[in-house]
């Protein structure tokens, strides 16, 4: 049961070390941290998914008591760590800032794991998904052993990238003293047991809930046994030692395929003493004791079988009810007897694989990314919650069901064959990360989904796993970035070339001996380097806006002589658009504390998107007043033009945004005035916002708080 115990354990640190190398976009990381590439992770995307691969390191951490230390080390950068996650001596569980990380390329582990994928050939091959295990040492911080001493085992699994090549590991930092100390909690206290791996370093449980210090090989604090001795030059897998004083059994297993080498020895002993103190010596009242015996078997072979069946059949009856679902395994771990040690065994080992599942359960449960798992004939086996998000499908609904439903139709006829096409052949290899699809949702709507998908093999039969994100937003904005790009290709080569054009004209000397043309000329091009000019500076003002370095020089102002100041606009947009203003002002004493020029600035955009939007001849209303509680001051700007779509209502205000594009070819603009408007209003405390009107046309008013209320 140690032999197995033991085994196991090794076996779990492997699982949890192959669990976090091959998590969400690891290798992706590893490959393109320091030398990005075309189609990468943005900066954003991988810092997402460091915190999402630091978080399952987190998670091991707090699931194991005898892990100490999560780490991802890269190949490519040299050693350097790129993720680590400490347990520290009180137990909480802390992630290394980045500044703190270590270059561990001079580490003896490193360099055995490096050693060990430069066999190549077959071995190569298999071992791609092992776990390597390293020597037994101290625990070593920056390349110095740090105190209090640990003695540490590491589990190093590998991560590759799409051409197996190695590109980094996984690193697990086991307490070696209490991965070995956590056995003796079931054993009795009159034994004696001797746990020894294959480096020779030993622990030695005295009975009593006695455990002494890990001896390590070299720096032993006492003088081996003769029966650690005896251990350390036999070359038997099991067998059993016997000396003057003691009976010893021991079994040796191998903890890792790929490192036979790897070991660990399980000793048991006890005293002679103990076994032959009920054996004398033989007297006449032996052949009248055997015969009580012959004449007492057949009762006593009875009662031995009754007490062994019982509770075998008390225990296979608990198994039963569990494998049936009635409820959840329990086992009698209160027996005194073997049979209730082995029962708190299992039932421990039980407990702990139900924990594990249930932690991943929830994992998986609360993942971001929907994850989907198909059989190879399509039927849906799982469907995790955010994919019942996705797909607006209730997990009951598609359980069971091919997995054509979530596609349309023109990619539902060809699913099955492509997948009975795939198991027929030899060279078969799902190659899908990140790959482009139309997913379908409940109700029929099409959207664009990124989709990866793994190959894996449970209980021989293939499943194949799915990963989905809906990538509708990313599309849209990426189209409105390329929408803007065009836009502002198009508003900078348009003043750009009437520059060109007329500095081309001012060359000839038709124009050169005309004085009045070349004046013309030279107010056209002056009147596009404005245009230029003020298109750059509206892109370098929201950068600043956002990067908040936006400062405002307040003074205070009134209204009225805001409109004042923008009279020439006025002028100049009656003669350009054949419109003309009416100015009503409510209230004079309307006074804020604000930018002058940032808040003409405001004003003319509005002014200016009114008078473009509108026909000619029309009307513009511009009111100056107060809001309803006289703690507002209000300027609002009514027009009667085509007014605002439906649809575009509530973005109307966000940058890159424009009406429509056939208003934009007509009427010009890179669709960041009115972001740029509303950032400055907010700025001053107060609010821009948008009314359309019942029969067309729309109402920009700006509220400030007024100088005397003091509200902002």
Avoid at 7 to 22: F, T
Avoid at 457 to 485: T, W, Y
Wanted: overall charge negative; glycine content about 8%.
């Amino acid at each position: 049961m140690l032999a197995h115990y033991f085994s196991e354990r090794h076996d779990q640190i492997s699982a949890d070390a192959a669990l976090a190398a091959r998590g969400r976009g690891i290798h992706s990381i590893l490959e393109n941290r320091d030398q990005p590439t075309i189609g990468t992770p943005s900066e954003s995307e991988r810092d997402l998914l460091v915190d999402y691969i630091a978080d399952v390191f987190l998670a091991l951490l707090e699931t194991r008591p005898e892990y100490t230390q999560v780490r991802l080390i890269g190949l490519k950068n040299g050693g350097k760590e790129i993720i680590r996650v400490n347990k520290n001596a009180d137990g909480e569980v802390v992630r290394t800032p980045e500044i703190a990380l270590q270059d561990k390329s001079g580490e003896p582990y490193f360099q055995e794991f490096v050693n060990h994928f430069q066999t190549g050939g077959d071995m190569f091959e298999e071992s791609m998904s092992q776990v390597i295990y390293s020597r037994v040492t101290f625990n070593r911080e920056n390349g110095r052993i740090s105190y209090p001493l640990s003695f540490t085992l590491r589990a190093m699994h590998p991560v590759f990238d799409e051409t197996k090549v190695p590109v980094g590991f996984v690193i697990i930092n086991v307490d070696y003293n209490k991965l070995l100390s956590t056995a003796f909690s079931d054993i009795s206290p009159d034994s004696r047991v001797i746990i020894l791996n294959d480096q020779g370093d030993y622990l030695n449980y005295a009975g009593e809930a006695a455990v002494t210090s890990l001896e390590v090989a070299g720096e032993y604090t006492h003088s081996p046994s003769p029966l650690v001795r005896t251990l350390l030059e036999s070359s038997e897998t099991s067998g059993i030692y016997n000396d003057d004083e003691e009976v010893s059994y021991f079994k040796t297993v191998s903890v890792n395929p790929r490192q036979p080498q790897r070991t660990i020895t399980i000793a048991y002993a006890q005293p002679k003493s103990k076994i032959l103190g009920s054996v004398g010596g033989v007297e006449w009242q032996v052949v009248l004791s055997v015969a009580l015996i012959i004449a007492l078997s057949v009762i006593l072979v009875v009662v031995l079988i009754s007490m062994i069946m019982r509770p075998l059949k008390i225990l296979e009856a608990e198994v039963k009810r569990a494998l049936d679902g009635e409820t959840a395994l329990n086992l009698p771990i209160q027996w005194k007897n073997e049979l209730g040690q082995l029962a708190r065994a299992f039932q421990k080992l039980v407990d702990r694989h139900v924990h594990t599942e249930t932690r991943l359960s929830l994992i998986i449960e609360n993942i971001g990314e929907g994850i989907v798992a198909i059989d190879d004939t399509g039927t849906i086996v799982s469907f995790n919650p955010a994919c019942e998000r996705i797909f607006q499908y209730a997990s009951e609904d598609v359980i069971g069901k091919n997995i054509s439903m979530l596609m349309p139709l023109r990619q539902a006829r060809h699913h099955d064959r492509h997948l009975e096409r795939y198991r027929q052949d030899d060279r078969r290899r799902i190659d899908w990360s990140g790959r482009v699809e139309v997913g379908m949702k409940a109700d029929g709507t099409e959207f664009p989904m990124e989709l990866t998908v793994t190959e894996l093999v449970f209980e021989g039969q293939p499943l194949f796993v799915g990963i989905v994100r809906d990538i509708s937003e990313r599309q849209q904005a990426e189209k409105a970035k390329s929408e803007f790009l065009a836009n502002i290709s198009h508003e900078l080569r348009t003043p750009l070339t009437a520059i060109k054009g007329a500095l081309g004209l001012m060359q000839t000397p038709a124009v050169r001996e005309r004085s009045e043309k070349a004046e013309k000329i030279t107010s056209l091009a002056l009147r596009n380097c404005d245009r230029l000019q003020d298109l750059i500076e509206g892109l370098l003002d929201l950068e600043r806006i956002e990067g908040r370095k936006f400062r405002l020089n307040r003074e205070l102002l009134g209204f009225g002589e805001l409109l004042e100041e923008v009279s020439p606009i006025l002028e100049e947009l009656r003669e350009k658009f054949g419109v003309d203003f009416d100015i009503v002002e409510g209230d004079q004493q309307a006074k804020v504390l604000g930018d002058r020029t940032q808040l003409r600035r405001v004003l003319a955009n509005l002014l200016s998107n009114a008078a473009k939007f509108s026909k000619k001849g029309d009307r513009i209303l511009i009111t100056i007043g107060k809001g309803r509680h006289k703690k507002v001051a209000r300027l609002s700007i009514e027009d009667h033009g085509c007014g605002v779509p439906e649809h575009l209502r509530e973005t109307i205000f966000e940058k890159f945004t424009w009406a429509d594009s056939s208003d934009t070819r007509h009427s010009g603009g890179a669709g960041i005035g009115l972001a740029i408007s509303k950032e400055i209003v907010s700025l001053h405390g107060g609010s821009l916002k948008y009314r359309p009107l019942e029969h067309g046309g729309s109402v920009f008013s700006r509220d400030y708080p007024e100088f005397c209320a003091l509200a902002w």
